[in-house]
C-alpha cells in the first residue's frame, strides 16, 4: 500500500508565503494522480489542486487559482504545494491524495495525515 506523509504546515501571515510537501512511499509513485484537499474545523472537506502522473496537467480550486501551485518529482516520490497571498480563509489541515485519476472530488485510494496552515490576520 501507498503512504502519505505531509509536512511544511505552520503560522503564517496574511499575505506570506507557504510550501507544502507530501512524501510518499511505495514503488509506484509515479503511476499515480495526486491531489491537495484541505478542511477547516466544522467544515467539509474540499479540493484544492490536482496533478497528473506526468506533470502534463493541473486543476485548481477557484480559491487557489492564480494563488497555488502543485507540482510533483517523481524522482523524489514528493508532491508539493506553494501557496502565496495567504489569507485567513486558507486556515485549514491540509490533506495530500494519491488516486489512479485527477479529479476534484473524492475519489482517491490513499490520504496523508495532513498538515495544519494556520494564516493570521
Known amino acids: 500500500q501507498v503512504q502519505l506523509v505531509e509536512s511544511g504546515g505552520g503560522l503564517v501571515q496574511a499575505g506570506g508565503s507557504l510550501r507544502l510537501s507530501c512524501a510518499a512511499s511505495?514503488?509506484?509513485?509515479?503511476?499515480?494522480?495526486m491531489a491537495w484537499f484541505r478542511q477547516a474545523p466544522g467544515k467539509e472537506r474540499e479540493f484544492v489542486a490536482a496533478?497528473?502522473?506526468?506533470?502534463?496537467?493541473?486543476y485548481y480550486a477557484d480559491s487557489a487559482k492564480g494563488r497555488f501551485t502543485i507540482s510533483r518529482d517523481n524522482a523524489k516520490n514528493t508532491v508539493y504545494l506553494q501557496m502565496s497571498n495567504l489569507n485567513p480563509e486558507d486556515t485549514a489541515v491540509y490533506y495530500c491524495?494519491?488516486?489512479?485519476?485527477?479529479?476534484?472530488?473524492?475519489?482517491?485510494?490513499?490520504w496523508g495525515q495532513g498538515t495544519q496552515v494556520t494564516v493570521s490576520s
Open positions: 496533478i497528473s502522473w506526468s506533470s502534463s496537467s493541473a
Open positions: 491524495a494519491a488516486g489512479f485519476v485527477a479529479t476534484m472530488g473524492g475519489e482517491y485510494g490513499y
Open positions: 511505495g514503488r509506484t509513485f509515479s503511476s499515480y494522480a
